[in-house]
Nanobody
Framework: QVQLVESGGGLVQAGGSLRLSCAAS??????YGWFRRAPGKEREFVAA????????YYTDFVKGRFTISRDNAKNTVYLQMNNLKPEDTAVYYC?????????????????WGQGTQVTVSS
């Protein structure tokens, strides 16, 4: 078992930046991912990082704007979000999975945080 707690969400104007954090209850040699759910929409994948931090994967709509990273010494994964747009408004979730498939598939993520709200105003 591993517990995940997200933080760092908030209200920001379009073009601004936020950094989300995901703190794990223990060290895991696992892939981490960020997902989001916008109002009235399905949950969607945003980014993932391998346990080493060497490999990352992004969905097209955040490439060049978001950066996922991890600090294994702190058991924390980050999502740096720059040039935010109103369409980035959503609840952002952190999750982790222990599979070996890369890029990971959403169904493989077994442990989830409670989410943090990001609101981007125009």
């Amino acid at each position: 078992q591993v517990q995940l707690v997200e933080s760092g969400g908030g209200l920001v104007q379009a073009g601004g930046s936020l950094r989300l954090s995901c703190a794990a209850s223990r060290r895991t040699f696992s892939t981490y991912g960020w997902f989001r759910r916008a109002p009235g929409k399905e949950r969607e994948f945003v980014a993932a990082v391998t346990w080493s931090g060497v490999s990352t994967y992004y969905t097209d709509f955040v490439k060049g704007r978001f950066t996922i990273s991890r600090d294994n010494a702190k058991n924390t994964v980050y999502l740096q979000m720059n040039n935010l747009k109103p369409e980035d408004t959503a609840v952002y979730y952190c999750a982790t999975e222990f599979g070996s498939r890369w890029p990971p598939v959403e169904d493989a993520f077994k442990y989830w945080g409670q989410g943090t709200q990001v609101t981007v105003s125009s």
